[in-house]
């Protein structure tokens, strides 16, 4: 037996061995790019021939089209690229892509090729659940599979960068674009930056099938003052250093080419404009070599900012600061000439700008192969194992939020199919779609007619709004649902309009008068189950006291109607995993199980309950609300159970100065599936520090795992706890590890496990 341990343990070391050379190997390839001879002598002897116009031409992007966003109304497109005034051009797809790259490197003088760019957020032509639902899946490997089939897709019509992934850490459900991002924790979303950029990359940007990614909004955006689009941002540096910069600098070592400078103001300073961020972190400390590329009239912006009174200051403050290409606002291209001659911008910044695009331009293999030879796929049909993918990720994607025995559903029930988005195409695709069509999505109650026929009866009930046929609607769904054995409601946000860019919301309950018909249906007495397409966390309170089942489903993409349906059935047991924190009230936001604890904490107050007369007052607490979420971070319900051992560690004491080192702390716990059907359960490592040189969170993500377990079936996690995972930036605005008490849970959700402790000396 002994013998069988250690060659067990023998095999795992050299898998994890195998695994970690697997994985460095991949990064090297992907940022080859950036230190490669070649390409930099490439560089050197192409900027030699520029003009000083040449060079400024590189560093303008304009829009051209409109599959993700307006044009710009020029129509000097062909004349611009012909003297080499464009360096890249965006929302241009089909065969434009190949005639204007045509006259960039047939017709130009120095025939360097344009860059193709487009909001590829969650798949080109295969929609993909939005990337708040998919981080819900916390597979980073159906992120990164998610990711390549988007390259492929994009880079077949000619695109070759995306501005993809976005990293905003957001702790506020208002702001419409928590839809596009990972959700609130740094660790978490760390982990899926670097999945989105393999994915998009490859092992080499100069495979004709990757695509650029390009790490945004750069940086803070995601703490918009009042959850409002395009807000102020104040941000102290260590919390910024340890919550909102960490995905960023994953994307980096991840090899990231290009990044996005953001909207907002950071601690004053206009991100478009702001030398720490842009030089001294991103250059300077990360040693990033790709290029900066500024949002939509970001430098512009600069002047409503009131960084600047003109055009010529705006596009100064921004080169100066870092930002390599001007996406819109056409500044860099009207200016930029005359302040060099001028002497207000040395002629060495804009060297150094060009060489970073070019940079990109040659690890691309644009000049070689300039042009796309592939069939388009857009009006193509979708390849089936691109939607099988998708399928897969939506069904991953699902959160259970509750069960009360009716899921699964049996198939010789009759089935009420109410709400809005029952058979609604267009909004199962999310915002950001890209080439996605909703002629390829399939809806739920197609889905479900397959399956049962007759058995469905379907009624509307309500618009996504208020319409004046609502009350003749819900009498309708309500009639409806008599005649059935139990009722799926399917409510949500319209995707396009009350998610994304510019759609935040103050009040994040179900629009128009969804909540009335939910209750008109439940009045029934029938079981009622609650399927929510929303992107974000919207407040569920009377959903989750009076209905049977409630599952999140995100807006889910093309295969919505068949995930759906199969884990309705049990054929897909759900096991996806909140990555935000489902507030009570809107006045719990900003909401993050990550928080600093209080002087005044509740303690042992029970928080289970609403406060009353009995609840100790003087406490960090609200007088109407409680203050814990309705459903928080890492949660998530399975058709089956799941029961955690007690947590064991290698030792209970460390010394600082070990751990500061090569020293690591190894965490185990058995997980057993005590259910009677097979799951997946994503197992969550959180850890507390106290007694250090500045306050910690009350619980802090370190470490997770995904487990598929078979019924009875029961398995070790292991993790381990090292100076990556333990260390933080004290009080000197160091990244240490300090003595501390540290409390360890191994557990389903950020507020379950009991903790074992151990001590750093």
Same mark, same amino acid.
């Given at each position: 037996?002994?013998?069988?341990?250690?060659?067990?343990?023998?095999?795992?070391?050299?898998?994890?061995?195998?695994?970690?050379?697997?994985?460095?190997?991949?990064?090297?390839?992907?940022?080859?790019?950036?230190?490669?001879?070649?390409?930099?002598?490439?560089?050197?002897?192409?900027?030699?021939?520029?003009?000083?116009?040449? +060079?400024?031409?590189?560093?303008?992007?304009?829009?051209?089209?409109?599959? %993700?966003?307006?044009?710009?109304?020029?129509?000097?497109?062909?004349?611009?690229?012909?003297?080499?005034?464009?360096?890249?051009? /965006?929302?241009?797809?089909?065969?434009?892509?190949?005639? @204007?790259?045509?006259?960039?490197?047939?017709?130009?003088?120095?025939?360097?090729?344009?860059?193709?760019?487009?909001?590829?957020?969650?798949?080109?032509?295969?929609?993909?659940?939005?990337?708040?639902?998919?981080?819900?899946?916390?597979?980073?490997?159906?992120?990164?599979?998610?990711?390549?089939?988007?390259?492929?897709?994009?880079?077949?019509?000619?695109?070759?960068?995306? /501005?993809?992934?976005?990293? *905003?850490?957001?702790?506020?459900?208002?702001?419409?674009?928590?839809?596009?991002?990972?959700?609130?924790?740094?660790?978490?979303?760390?982990?899926?930056?670097?999945?989105?950029?393999?994915?998009?990359?490859?092992?080499?940007?100069?495979?004709?099938?990757?695509?650029?990614?390009?790490?945004?909004?750069?940086?803070?955006?995601?703490?918009?003052?009042?959850?409002?689009?395009?807000?102020?941002?104040?941000?102290?540096?260590?919390?910024?250093?340890?919550?909102?910069?960490?995905?960023?600098?994953?994307?980096?070592?991840?090899?990231?080419?290009?990044?996005?400078?953001?909207?907002?103001?950071?601690?004053?300073?206009?991100?478009?404009?702001?030398?720490? &961020?842009?030089?001294?972190?991103?250059?300077?400390?990360?040693?990033?070599?790709?290029?900066?590329?500024?949002?939509?009239?970001?430098?512009?912006?600069?002047?409503?900012?009131? @960084?600047?009174?003109?055009?010529?200051?705006?596009?100064?403050?921004?080169?100066?600061?870092?930002?390599?290409?001007?996406?819109?606002?056409?500044?860099?291209?009207?200016?930029?000439?005359?302040?060099?001659?001028?002497?207000?911008?040395?002629?060495?910044?804009?060297?150094?700008?060009?060489?970073?695009?070019?940079?990109?331009?040659?690890?691309?293999?644009?000049?070689?192969?300039?042009?796309? &030879?592939?069939?388009?796929?857009?009006?193509?049909?979708?390849?089936?194992?691109?939607?099988?993918?998708?399928?897969?990720?939506?069904?991953?994607?699902?959160?259970?939020?509750?069960?009360?025995?009716?899921?699964?559903?049996?198939?010789?029930?009759?089935?009420?199919?109410?709400?809005?988005?029952?058979?609604?195409?267009?909004?199962?695709?999310?915002?950001?779609?890209?080439?996605?069509?909703?002629?390829?999505?399939?809806?739920?109650?197609?889905?479900?007619?397959?399956?049962?026929?007759?058995?469905?009866?379907?009624?509307?009930? &309500?618009?996504?709004?208020?319409?004046?046929?609502?009350?003749?609607?819900?009498?309708?769904?309500?009639?409806?649902?008599?005649?059935? *054995?139990?009722?799926?409601?399917?409510?949500?946000?319209?995707?396009?309009?009350?998610?994304?860019?510019?759609?935040?919301?103050?009040?994040?309950?179900?629009?128009?008068?969804?909540?009335?018909?939910?209750?008109?249906?439940?009045?029934?007495?029938?079981?009622?189950?609650?399927?929510?397409?929303?992107?974000?966390?919207?407040?569920?309170?009377?959903?989750?006291?009076?209905?049977?089942?409630?599952?999140?489903?995100?807006?889910?993409?093309?295969?919505?109607?068949?995930?759906?349906?199969?884990?309705?059935?049990?054929?897909?047991?759900?096991?996806?995993?909140?990555?935000?924190?489902?507030?009570?009230?809107?006045?719990?936001?900003?909401?993050?199980?990550?928080? @600093?604890?209080?002087?005044?904490?509740?303690?042992?107050?029970? *928080?289970?309950?609403?406060?009353?007369?009995?609840?100790?007052?003087?406490?960090?607490?609200?007088?109407?609300?409680?203050?814990?979420?309705?459903?928080?971070?890492?949660?998530?319900?399975?058709? %089956?159970?799941?029961?955690?051992?007690?947590?064991?560690?290698?030792?209970?004491?460390?010394?600082?100065?070990?751990?500061?080192?090569? +020293?690591?702390?190894?965490?185990?716990?058995?997980?057993?599936?005590?259910?009677?059907?097979?799951?997946?359960?994503?197992?969550?490592?959180?850890?507390?520090?106290?007694?250090?040189?500045?306050?910690?969170?009350?619980?802090?993500?370190?470490?997770?795992?995904?487990?598929?377990?078979?019924?009875?079936?029961?398995?070790?996690?292991? /993790?381990?706890?090292?100076?990556?995972?333990?260390?933080?930036?004290?009080?000197?605005?160091?990244?240490?590890?300090?003595?501390?008490?540290?409390?360890?849970?191994?557990?389903?959700?950020?507020?379950?496990?009991?903790?074992?402790? /151990?001590?750093?000396?």
């Amino acid at each position: 037996m002994h013998n069988f341990s250690r060659f067990h343990g023998n095999v795992r070391r050299c898998c994890q061995l195998l695994l970690i050379i697997t994985l460095l190997t991949a990064v090297a390839f992907s940022q080859s790019w950036s230190n490669d001879p070649k390409i930099e002598s490439r560089i050197n002897s192409l900027l030699k021939q520029m003009t000083l116009e040449e +060079k400024i031409g590189q560093l303008n992007q304009y829009s051209a089209g409109s599959p %993700t966003g307006p044009g710009t109304g020029r129509t000097n497109y062909e004349d611009m690229l012909q003297k080499g005034q464009i360096g890249s051009l /965006f929302n241009v797809t089909g065969p434009r892509v190949n005639e @204007l790259q045509k006259i960039a490197v047939e017709k130009s003088r120095l025939k360097i090729p344009i860059i193709f760019g487009l909001d590829v957020i969650h798949g080109y032509r295969t929609t993909f659940p939005t990337p708040l639902g998919m981080s819900s899946t916390w597979d980073m490997s159906l992120i990164e599979k998610a990711a390549r089939v988007a390259a492929i897709e994009a880079s077949s019509d000619g695109i070759r960068w995306t /501005f993809s992934p976005m990293v *905003d850490i957001a702790r506020d459900a208002r702001w419409g674009r928590i839809v596009e991002g990972g959700g609130e924790d740094p660790f978490l979303g760390s982990a899926i930056a670097r999945a989105y950029v393999r994915g998009y990359q490859g092992t080499s940007l100069a495979d004709p099938t990757s695509i650029a990614a390009c790490a945004k909004h750069y940086v803070g955006y995601g703490a918009a003052e009042g959850g409002r689009d395009y807000n102020t941002t104040e941000i102290p540096e260590r919390l910024l250093r340890q919550v909102y910069l960490p995905p960023f600098h994953a994307a980096q070592q991840e090899g990231a080419a290009t990044f996005m400078s953001a909207f907002n103001s950071l601690n004053e300073v206009p991100a478009s404009a702001n030398p720490f &961020t842009l030089d001294q972190v991103l250059r300077k400390e990360w040693k990033f070599r790709g290029f900066v590329v500024s949002d939509w009239t970001s430098i512009g912006e600069l002047i409503p900012h009131g @960084l600047a009174n003109d055009g010529a200051t705006a596009a100064r403050k921004a080169i100066l600061a870092g930002v390599d290409m001007d996406m819109e606002a056409n500044l860099y291209f009207s200016t930029l000439a005359e302040q060099v001659k001028a002497g207000k911008v040395p002629a060495s910044v804009i060297d150094e700008a060009v060489r970073r695009i070019l940079r990109i331009k040659f690890a691309l293999g644009l000049f070689e192969n300039p042009y796309t &030879t592939k069939p388009p796929v857009v009006g193509a049909p979708l390849a089936k194992e691109h939607t099988d993918l998708a399928r897969t990720v939506a069904e991953k994607s699902f959160v259970l939020l509750k069960n009360n025995g009716v899921l699964p559903l049996k198939a010789q029930q009759k089935v009420a199919l109410i709400g809005p988005f029952a058979d609604n195409a267009h909004d199962m695709l999310g915002s950001w779609r890209a080439q996605g069509e909703s002629k390829d999505a399939v809806t739920l109650k197609t889905s479900l007619e397959e399956k049962l026929g007759p058995k469905v009866i379907f009624s509307k009930g &309500t618009g996504i709004l208020e319409s004046p046929q609502d009350t003749e609607a819900i009498q309708a769904a309500v009639e409806a649902t008599k005649q059935a *054995d139990v009722a799926v409601v399917a409510l949500g946000e319209a995707s396009n309009e009350m998610t994304g860019e510019a759609a935040s919301r103050t009040e994040i309950t179900l629009p128009g008068r969804q909540l009335e018909l939910l209750k008109a249906v439940a009045g029934t007495g029938k079981p009622v189950v609650l399927l929510v397409f929303s992107g974000r966390p919207v407040i569920l309170n009377w959903a989750a006291e009076n209905v049977a089942a409630i599952l999140e489903t995100w807006h889910p993409g093309v295969q919505a109607g068949p995930a759906i349906t199969r884990t309705l059935y049990g054929e897909n047991n759900p096991s996806g995993k909140l990555t935000v924190s489902f507030p009570r009230a809107v006045g719990q936001v900003p909401m993050y199980y990550n928080h @600093l604890n209080t002087g005044r904490p509740l303690g042992t107050v029970d *928080d289970s309950v609403a406060p009353n007369a009995e609840t100790p007052k003087f406490k960090s607490r609200y007088i109407d609300q409680r203050n814990s979420p309705l459903y928080p971070f890492g949660f998530g319900l399975s058709y %089956t159970t799941f029961t955690y051992s007690p947590v064991s560690l290698s030792s209970t004491s460390f010394s600082a100065a070990d751990l500061n080192g090569t +020293k690591k702390l190894t965490v185990r716990a058995e997980v057993k599936n005590s259910g009677t059907v097979a799951g997946e359960e994503t197992v969550q490592l959180y850890i507390a520090q106290t007694g250090t040189s500045v306050v910690r969170p009350v619980r802090e993500l370190k470490g997770f795992q995904k487990l598929a377990l078979s019924p009875g079936e029961s398995k070790q996690v292991e /993790f381990t706890l090292g100076q990556s995972e333990l260390a933080f930036w004290n009080l000197d605005m160091k990244n240490v590890v300090e003595p501390a008490k540290v409390k360890v849970w191994v557990a389903g959700s950020s507020d379950q496990g009991t903790p074992v402790e /151990f001590t750093i000396n």
